[in-house]
């Protein structure tokens, strides 16, 4: 009976200490779950996405909208213009505000007649438009594209000779430009692309330069009118242990290596204040407020701040561009084609997709911001038509409120709604059109 009575005792004390063992892990499994489960994020319209959803409304834009807050964009170009020192130039980048009346305030509010433009259908609408504008390509065109810019280019007060630099990257495109500008029987002024550490194309070192030159003073029709050297690199170097210090010096010294070389090659013939020597983007244009070799700034992007500009050399930059657009369905529960079952599961492990929000458009290069806590669902996949937006149950979101989305960039977003709706006071106030492709 002892005995008995002694293995019945070990058993139940292994079982106990098995049940700790278990009970242990259930609650270390529990832990871990609340650990790594999506916090819940929801809320309502703030104050200032409330107004802008009022203003739509009642503006009747029952559709996708683009919508540029006029008062945070002049907040933007006073910031802008606070970093620019004496004798430093601003040149608009035209592709981040595709609107010839966004350009013409810009223009206007920042005294600047520079344009930096991309593409060959707005470089003819640039020229016919605003006749009064020196533009600077941002990128090498191919040839073809260059001379179908002459060919359609109609009468008016704009010259090319005098306000169009090219952009040259290689030997072999300043060659078919020479061929161009013999055939067409017009002056090219050309601008040299510098790889000043982006490492995507441009000359790199000074020692090409000579021969280019060359070429330039041998053929009647070219002129040689300075350097461009973007560097957005610079903002993504880590600042830690001078990283972003010496990339910045390199890239400068680089640039001021190819400035000297000119001026070796030019000597006596030398003009300094025909030359333009371009630097910086929107990310980095702060950084050059102390620079001596460049003669101009180009910025667009800080001026609207997509998300992708929500960096901290922009920190005093404001979000100036929004989408709107209707909730035309609420589902209380998210529902996936063909794997219904697993629901329940998806809907308790994120609790922000407990409910569902169809809206008018879709699948744009954005993301939701107003109300807070909304995010696409990649199971069910984007869609340009109504797109599936999830959110926790306590997103209060009905049919005909809007969601409010900022684009992740301006220079293919823009282009996609039409006119612009101008947000200002509360109200929306006029509207701004778009670039148009061509044909």
């Known amino acids: 009976m002892r005995d008995s009575f002694e293995k019945i005792k070990e058993k139940l004390s292994t079982l106990s200490r098995r049940q700790i063992i278990l009970g242990g892990g259930t609650l270390a499994a529990a832990g871990f779950i609340a650990n790594q489960r999506p916090a819940k994020n929801a809320g309502a319209h703030n104050d200032y996405f409330l107004s802008l959803q009022n203003a739509v409304k009642q503006a009747n834009l029952a559709r996708p909208t683009l919508v ?81 810019f002459y060919d359609e280019l109609g009468r008016g007060r704009f010259t090319p000779a005098r306000q169009i630099q090219w952009l040259i990257d290689t030997p072999a495109r300043l060659a078919e430009y020479a061929e161009l500008a013999t055939a067409k029987n017009i002056d090219m002024r050309i601008n040299f692309e510098l790889d000043v550490g982006l490492h ?98 180009a910025v667009g992007s800080a001026l609207v701040k997509p998300t992708h500009f929500d960096v901290a050399t922009l920190d005093d930059h404001v ?34 997709s407990a409910k569902t929000f169809f809206i008018y458009g879709g699948n744009w290069l954005a993301d939701p911001v107003s109300p807070p806590g909304l995010q696409t669902n990649d199971l069910f996949g984007r869609s340009s038509n109504q797109e599936m937006l999830n959110g926790s149950d306590e997103v209060t979101l009905t049919t005909n409120d809007y969601v409010v989305l900022r684009p992740t960039q301006s220079e293919f977003v823009f282009l996609q709604f039409g006119d612009m709706a101008l947000f200002e006071a509360g109200e929306i106030t006029d509207t701004w059109s778009v670039f148009t492709q061509g044909a």
Do not use: C
Request: hydrophobic share 40%; glycine share 8%.
């Open 68 to 148: 540029i807050d006029k008062q945070r964009l002049d907040q933007n170009i006073a910031t802008l213009r606070s970093h620019l020192r004496t004798g430093m130039n601003y040149r608009i980048v035209a592709k981040s505000l595709p609107s010839l009346p966004m350009l013409e305030y810009v223009m206007k509010e920042t005294g600047t007649n520079r344009l930096m433009v991309f593409h060959q259908p707005f470089l003819n609408l640039v020229a016919t438009r605003l006749p009064d504008a020196d533009i600077l390509l941002g990128k090498p065109m191919p040839v073809a594209a260059a001379a179908r």
């Open 319 to 352: 979000p100036a561009s929004f989408i709107t657009t209707p909730v035309l369905k609420v589902r209380d529960k998210t529902e996936i084609p063909a794997l219904e079952a697993i629901g329940p599961l998806t809907r308790f492990w994120d609790r922000n």
């Open 200 to 297: 995507r194309g441009g000359l790199r070192e000074p020692g090409e330069l000579p021969a280019l030159l060359n070429a330039i003073d041998a053929h009647p029709r070219l002129s040689f009118s300075g350097f461009m050297g973007y560097d957005p690199h610079l903002a993504s170097v880590p600042g830690v242990l001078g990283w972003q210090a010496s990339a910045f010096e390199s890239s400068t010294g680089l640039y001021k290596a190819f400035i000297n070389q000119a001026k070796s090659h030019y000597g006596d013939r030398w003009q300094q204040d025909h030359m333009t020597f371009n630097t910086a983007g929107s990310p980095t244009y702060q950084m050059h407020e102390g620079s001596t070799h460049a003669t101009e700034i």
